[in-house]
T-cell receptor, first 115, second 111 residues
Framework: EAGVAQSPRYKIIEKRQSVAFWCNPI?????LYWYQQILGQGPKLLIQ????????DSQLPKDRFSAERLKGVDSTLKIQPAKLEDSAVYLC?????????????FGPGTRLTVT | SQQGEEDPQALSIQEGENATMNCSYKTSINNLQWYRQNSGRGLVHLIL?????REKHSGRLRVTLDTSKKSSSLLITASRAADTASYFCATTIQGAQKLVFGQGTRLTINP
């Protein structure tokens, strides 16, 4: 079974520029998550989709971050404009369904450096 | 703010020894999960324990949960070099569906 795919793996941009990350979840997984992981910390949930609807985006900085999952499959996370504190690894995960007992499968992440 | 706090923040042991990591959390949970993260395989789910369970085993892993103390422990027996990684506990808070991760324990297994 193919895992969660993410691209690009690495991205370096200057502050105030924009950047987009792409994620393709495991086939058949209805729930997709985007996490931000700052160096030395655990992942922090940014947004959770169930099919193409948003379940939780309470920790997404909506003034600069946006995400979509238009057809309920792959997803894009965008940052515009980027700040220095956005330097982090952005992880995408998927699970069969949203719910209390479903294991999340993580992609390799995109390491973003903002200079 | 983080829900789970792992202890210790870093642990270094000899290959073959057992490693114990602890996680404390603040609010009532539905379940608690442990994940491992290393550069080779990324973040990988290890084990899930429900709030009504006290102990669970998976291979060389043993997880305990004490809801009265709001704490969990992960024991890795007979450690191997490949166990070198960061280990995170993650909780699903009652009334919410999202997973909240702790800061992690960095485990180093010395040959």
């Amino acid at each position: 079974e193919a895992g969660v795919a993410q691209s690009p793996r690495y991205k370096i941009i200057e502050k105030r520029q924009s950047v987009a990350f792409w994620c393709n979840p495991i086939s058949g997984h209805a729930t997709l998550y985007w996490y931000q992981q700052i160096l030395g910390q655990g992942p922090k949930l940014l947004i959770q989709f169930q099919n193409n609807g948003v379940v939780d985006d309470s920790q997404l900085p909506k003034d600069r971050f946006s995400a979509e999952r238009l057809k309920g499959v792959d997803s894009t996370l965008k940052i515009q404009p980027a700040k220095l504190e956005d330097s982090a690894v952005y992880l995408c995960a998927s699970s069969l369904r949203s719910g209390l007992s479903y294991e999340q499968y993580f992609g390799p992440g995109t390491r973003l450096t903002v200079t | 703010s983080q829900q789970g706090e792992e202890d210790p923040q870093a642990l270094s042991i000899q290959e073959g020894e057992n490693a114990t990591m602890n996680c404390s959390y603040k609010t009532s949970i539905n379940n608690l999960q442990w994940y491992r993260q290393n550069s080779g395989r990324g973040l990988v789910h290890l084990i899930l324990i429900r709030s009504n369970e006290r102990e669970k085993h998976s291979g060389r892993l043993r997880v305990t949960l004490d809801t009265s103390k709001k704490s969990s422990s992960l024991l890795i027996t007979a450690s191997r070099a490949a166990d070198t990684a960061s280990y995170f506990c993650a909780t699903t808070i009652q009334g919410a569906q999202k997973l909240v991760f702790g800061q992690g324990t960095r485990l180093t297994i010395n040959p």
